[in-house]
Structure formats: structure tokens, C-alpha cells
């Protein structure tokens, strides 16, 4: 059992000529969201934070995230 994304990342670097036979399957047995963590101690934590949320919303909205997913099989 592993997360979809983790799951297809480890099989495209570790078993590439097999990746092709796993399939996923629905529904997910759990859900859990993901999280970016920086710690405080690091200089201009909030400003990375505000600057990733940023990046991350324009490319939700431009499309490149979708497309970048898609690319990855994601």
C-alpha cells in the first residue's frame, strides 16, 4: 500500500519495465493531505511560504500543474 504519487515515482525509478502492470485502484483505501513544512529558523521562512502558496496557486490556475501531472502520470 502506498500513496499514488510516491507509488509511481518508486515503480518508474526502481522497476520501469513493470510499472506498466500495476494498476490503482479505486476507491483509495485513505486519503491524507500533504503538507510543506519549513521551520521557523529558517531565514525568511514566512516569505519562502507566501512565495511556494504563490507559485503553487498560479500554476493551479494556468494549467502547467494539470500538465505536469499528466506528463508524470499523475
Same mark, same amino acid.
Given at each position: 500500500?502506498?500513496?499514488?504519487?510516491?507509488?509511481?515515482?518508486?515503480?518508474?525509478?526502481?522497476?520501469?519495465?513493470?510499472?506498466?502492470?500495476?494498476?490503482?485502484? @479505486?476507491? &483509495?483505501?485513505? /486519503?491524507?493531505?500533504?503538507?510543506?513544512? *519549513?521551520? %521557523?529558523?529558517?531565514?525568511?521562512?514566512?516569505?519562502?511560504?507566501?512565495?511556494?502558496?504563490?507559485? @503553487?496557486? &498560479?500554476?493551479? /490556475?494556468?494549467?502547467?500543474?494539470?500538465? *505536469?501531472? %499528466?506528463?508524470?502520470?499523475?
Amino acid at each position: 500500500v502506498a500513496d499514488k504519487f510516491v507509488g509511481a515515482h518508486i515503480l518508474k525509478q526502481e522497476m520501469p519495465d513493470r510499472a506498466g502492470e500495476i494498476e490503482f485502484v @479505486l476507491p &483509495a483505501l485513505e /486519503e491524507k493531505n500533504l503538507y510543506l513544512c *519549513i521551520s %521557523k529558523k529558517v531565514p525568511d521562512a514566512l516569505g519562502k511560504i507566501t512565495s511556494f502558496n504563490a507559485g @503553487l496557486q &498560479a500554476i493551479t /490556475e494556468n494549467g502547467v500543474l494539470a500538465h *505536469i501531472m %499528466k506528463d508524470n502520470t499523475l
